[in-house]
């Protein structure tokens, strides 16, 4: 029988575990913090990060990664981005021979500009055809309720992808398979940056035609830096492309366009830190996808303002002044 270990148990990785539980594949999580791994084992519940939520009684916790990972077909990674490669080597010793490892990370790592299975790739030391990512309009606070949504499981061996679907299907969690990792990747990790943008407009008041704007032109900086990058420009069209970045930049429940929401509301980057409970995974990435992006002369106007906001003090009103006085090009121009 197909096993899985899912290590983190933040709100995505608790979430993801019950899916596979659900699934009816045998699921471990590890998590570092021994009070949340006792309650989901002995409570079924997350109460941290997702409380009221019952949890499948198959579904099992501990802190030690050894006894997560045992026997486990796939290795579902849900840390934030940024902590990858340490943990990961951390976990190395422990990664079952032949183990698919599954990202379900949306970033860019900084000082590097990996994607994660590029990370994941050179850390543990696995072919390409070994590592697989999910990415989706998922957000957490829907799929706790199992209310219907889909994903899309790349890997660049399709047999592998398959493996993970069937592994991760429910009639309310539909999963798709591609090929292009590149694209995949891309599209839900720079989509938090936009969705940065398009909540300090939100916050600042502004109306649907700029959100509306924010989306079609990030989506447009996403599809050149991926087609400099080697992905299939369809996949942007995609579960992974069009329908994360919606997802992200629409909806309350995400937790980027909230962040941008409180900056553009006047807060300063402490408070709203102060205040922001989780990982939005955009505030760091837009620094490492604007390095990207330059490293292959790749232009990304709006990725560049919310760098400038994020992190260089750049007010909301400038940012907006900046993007919308830039001098009139083609709509498809570097494509």
């Known amino acids: 029988m197909t096993k899985a270990a899912v290590l983190g148990t933040g709100s995505w990785g608790t979430t993801f575990g019950m899916i596979l539980a659900e699934a009816g594949t045998p699921t471990t999580l590890w998590g570092r913090r021994a009070e949340i791994v006792h309650a989901i084992d002995r409570d079924h519940e997350n109460p941290d990060y997702l409380p009221g939520l019952r949890l499948p009684e198959t579904l099992r916790a501990t802190v030690d990664p050894a006894e997560a990972m045992?026997?486990?077909?796939?290795?579902?990674?849900?840390?934030?981005?940024?902590?990858?490669?340490?943990?990961?080597?951390?976990?190395?010793?422990?990664?079952?021979?032949?183990?698919?490892?599954?990202?379900?990370?949306?970033?860019?790592?900084?000082?590097?500009?990996?994607?994660?299975?590029?990370?994941?790739?050179?850390?543990?030391?696995?072919?390409?055809?070994?590592?697989?990512?999910?990415?989706?309009?998922?957000?957490?606070?829907?799929?706790?309720?199992?209310?219907p949504a889909a994903a899309v499981v790349a890997c660049s061996d399709p047999l592998v992808a398959e493996r993970f679907q069937e592994a991760c299907h429910l009639p309310w969690f539909r999963t798709y398979t591609n090929q292009d990792v590149v694209g995949v990747e891309l599209g839900g990790a720079v989509k938090n940056v936009i969705a940065l943008a398009v909540g300090v407009a939100a916050g600042m008041g502004l109306g649907d035609n700029l959100r509306a704007t924010l989306m079609t032109r990030g989506l447009a900086e996403i599809s050149r830096l991926g087609q400099v990058l080697g992905a299939d420009p369809h996949t942007f069209a995609g579960m992974a492309g069009m329908g994360d970045l919606i997802a992200t930049c629409t909806s309350p429940l995400s937790r980027n366009r909230t962040f941008g929401e409180n900056l553009g509301r006047g807060m300063t980057m402490a408070e709203v830190v102060a205040v922001t409970r989780q990982t939005a995974e955009g505030v760091k990435s837009c620094e490492s996808v604007l390095d990207l992006a330059t490293k292959h002369d790749v232009e990304m106007p709006i990725t560049e303002v919310v760098v400038g906001v994020v992190h260089d003090g750049m007010t909301p009103a400038e940012a907006a002044m900046l993007l919308m006085s830039r001098t009139p090009k083609p709509e498809r121009y570097g494509v």
């Open 70 to 147: 045992a026997g486990a077909d796939f290795v579902v990674l849900a840390v934030p981005a940024q902590t990858l490669r340490a943990n990961l080597a951390a976990w190395k010793p422990f990664l079952p021979p032949g183990a698919v490892l599954v990202s379900l990370m949306k970033g860019v790592e900084l000082g590097t500009t990996k994607r994660m299975s590029e990370v994941i790739i050179e850390v543990a030391e696995v072919p390409p055809g070994q590592v697989a990512v999910l990415s989706g309009p998922n957000l957490v606070g829907e799929l706790a309720q199992r209310q």
